[in-house]
């Protein structure tokens, strides 16, 4: 696909961007920015694919959505040359390694400027670009990024149990999600200044930001919370509670739901349930205990569809515990159109994805194609940059781009 044969969809449109990033925290930022209308073009190396390609092909085709493919082996001088004519075609590159590789390749901030002055730059690796050496140039991955992070001692059961990190691959995808807005942040300030941006986006430090007041007392009080499971930091009730038929979350709180819960059990003359709370907490254990043993029976007595009813109905935070034959079951799901199907050639079938989200009103976003093959659009990106099909031709022999199997 040539970039003239994109049609024009969402807020983005006027926007090029280059991914040579791979797996997901990288190529999920710059998918979102694709749905959005955004040309983007996902650079893959010569010695080996996509690393996400090795999850079934479903898998890439949701997750590669509207981009097009080429190959590069960017480390060489010719690789070096191809990069520079993509940088000086689009406003963003975001590549993904570990910290100072591509300054070992000749390829710092500066030269990659001096193709395009106007260049934003991300960054995105386990440890950042800079900091102690021994840290910078470490291998990571999702697990490792919630590790580091802080983020996985508290989650999991209590000791001796070991901690656990949250699937699937949370660190990863909240990392590209940082990655997303400060791209957008920094487009904007690069064409109102005419001066391109470097932004460094590590998964530690991504993790590290999400953790609220959980790290605040950390640092400030030096709380460090026990693992507690599923159980809120102050509220006492389990959250999944066991239906007949399956698994539903009941968030307890709320002083008016809070209240409607404890007439339906029969507790309101109860003096441990005098005065005004919001919630069931840890810190009255009688109250604790009582409600939870007029709760946690009435639930195993009744089915999800009956528990969600009677809760909901009070104004009480409920949902079913959803597993994916539930997804495409539900209501609310398919009036809001949610999980999007089309005809794809990679997984050579049609393919359910999750839809364009989030929903935009006036400039939605839009499905142009899934993911592609290795290798499938090289062509016609050189094309557009202006190389003739000897010089493409010649880049093949010399290896510099690789044809696809």
Known sequence: MKSSERPVIGNLSNLKV????????????????????ADVIEVESTRVPDMYRMYAPDAFSVDRRNQRFMTLNIPTSEGHEVLFDLCRWGDLL????????????????????????????VHISGFGQNGDPKYVRRASFDS?????SGFMAVN??????????VKPFTADFITGLMGAWAALAAVIGARESGVGE?????????MARIQGATMADGLNRGVQPPRIGNLDLVGACKGSQRCKDGWIWISVGGFGPVKKMVE????????DFEGVY?????????????????LEPWCAAHTIEEVDGVMSQMGVACSPIMTYDRILENSHWQARQDVVEWDDPLAGKRVRGIGMLPKFKNRPSELIRGGEPYDYDT????????????????LYEKGVLKAGQ
């Open 18 to 37: 280059v991914n040579a990033g791979s797996v997901i925290a990288g190529p999920f930022l710059c998918e979102l920015l694709a749905e959005q209308g």
């Open 94 to 121: 975001v590549e993904v390694s570990k910290g100072g590789t591509w300054e070992k390749w000749g390829l710092t901030d500066e030269v990659l400027w001096r193709a395009n002055p106007k260049l934003v730059i």
């Open 144 to 148: 490792i990024g919630q590790a580091f």
């Open 156 to 165: 999991g059961m209590p000791e001796p149990d070991p901690p656990y990190g």
């Open 198 to 206: 470097s932004i460094d986006v590590s998964q530690f430090e991504s």
């Open 264 to 271: 339906f059990f029969g507790l309101q003359d109860d003096p």
């Open 278 to 294: 919001q919630s069931i907490t840890r810190d009255h254990p009688e109250r604790a205990r009582k409600f939870n043993e007029k």
């Open 379 to 394: 062509r016609d990106i050189l094309d557009d940059l202006g190389y003739d099909e000897a010089s493409i031709d010649e």
